[in-house]
């Protein structure tokens, strides 16, 4: 196992230990071998990340509830653009990064905050065009 990180908190301000998935999501198959940079303040303090699997390294900043919830959403309006214009995952990062004006090392919505959130999901839905039932219509 890789060593792990010092991290702290952004809501406040204490450390973030890497611990197992499951101490989160229980023990099933989500969590299993999976791990997370947890507040040490949890569950007062609900915020953390995951860890990339092979290096152990948080994939972002900590996020609460409602910022895991806004990244979920922005990694839901990528995914829609890329079937929707037929573009590869990586194709995707380069439009959002020059959308954006981030660098390869910027654009990981891990990183983003609400704002940032909102303007992915703002950008995907302008790209996608207008819904299929719009177009039949047209």
């Not at 991290?7 to 999976?34: D, E, F, M, T, W």
């Not at 806004?70 to 439009?95: C, D, F, G, P, T």
Request: hydrophobic share 40%; net charge positive.
């Amino acid at each position: 196992m890789m060593k792990s990180k010092k991290i702290k908190c952004p809501y406040c301000h204490a450390n973030a230990s890497l611990r197992p998935a499951s101490v989160v999501y229980g023990h099933n198959r989500r969590s299993q071998g999976k791990f997370l940079y947890l507040c040490d303040r949890w569950p007062a303090c609900d915020a953390y990340v995951s860890a990339h699997d092979r290096t152990h390294l948080p994939m972002g900043v900590l996020a609460n509830g409602d910022l895991r919830h806004k990244r979920i959403l922005a990694h839901q309006a990528l995914r829609q653009l890329q079937q929707s214009r037929n573009m590869e995952k990586w194709e995707v990062y380069i439009w959002l990064q020059a959308k954006l004006g981030l660098n390869e090392h910027q654009a990981h919505i891990g990183q983003f905050s609400d704002w940032m959130c909102d303007e992915v999901i703002c950008l995907c839905k302008q790209a996608s065009g207008p819904p299929a039932d719009m177009k039949a219509a047209a």
